[in-house]
């Protein structure tokens, strides 16, 4: 996977923290910490890395490719994070550093349907 090009980052993303509290009932209320807002290259993974998630159980649907900043990078961004971009929620499976260049962090993810 490259680099991406100038242009390329044109999709507004939320970065959230999810994180569970218990609730009355044994139940359980999820709460979201908003992280960072920030632009994002937004791709559909193909089909290969699709059903090869599907069969390890780590469903990755679509991959985000944002700029590194100390508030969001591989170290930072986990599967405790959710990605929201056009009323569409994202779980972040994994995040890692695109080429290794520490320019670009990649996030996978899998879509959990619309907020």
């Given at each position: 996977?490259s680099?991406?090009?100038?242009?390329?980052l044109?999709?507004r993303?939320?970065?959230?923290?999810q994180?569970?509290i218990?609730?009355?009932g044994?139940?359980?209320?999820?709460?979201?910490t908003t992280?960072?807002?920030v632009?994002?290259?937004?791709?559909?993974?193909?089909g290969?890395?699709?059903?090869?998630?599907?069969q390890?159980?780590e469903?990755v649907?679509?991959?985000?490719?944002v700029?590194?900043?100390?508030?969001v990078?591989?170290?930072?961004?986990?599967a405790?994070?959710?990605?929201?971009?056009?009323?569409t929620?994202?779980?972040?499976?994994r995040a890692?550093?695109?080429?290794g260049?520490?320019?670009?962090?990649m996030i996978?993810?899998?879509c959990?349907?619309n907020?």
């Amino acid at each position: 996977m490259s680099l991406p090009a100038a242009g390329e980052l044109n999709r507004r993303i939320v970065i959230k923290s999810q994180s569970d509290i218990p609730a009355m009932g044994a139940a359980i209320t999820q709460n979201f910490t908003t992280v960072a807002t920030v632009w994002a290259k937004h791709q559909p993974v193909g089909g290969a890395i699709f059903f090869g998630t599907k069969q390890v159980g780590e469903d990755v649907t679509d991959r985000f490719i944002v700029r590194r900043t100390s508030l969001v990078n591989e170290q930072t961004i986990t599967a405790n994070h959710v990605i929201e971009s056009n009323s569409t929620r994202y779980r972040v499976r994994r995040a890692s550093d695109l080429e290794g260049a520490r320019q670009f962090t990649m996030i996978e993810a899998e879509c959990l349907g619309n907020v």
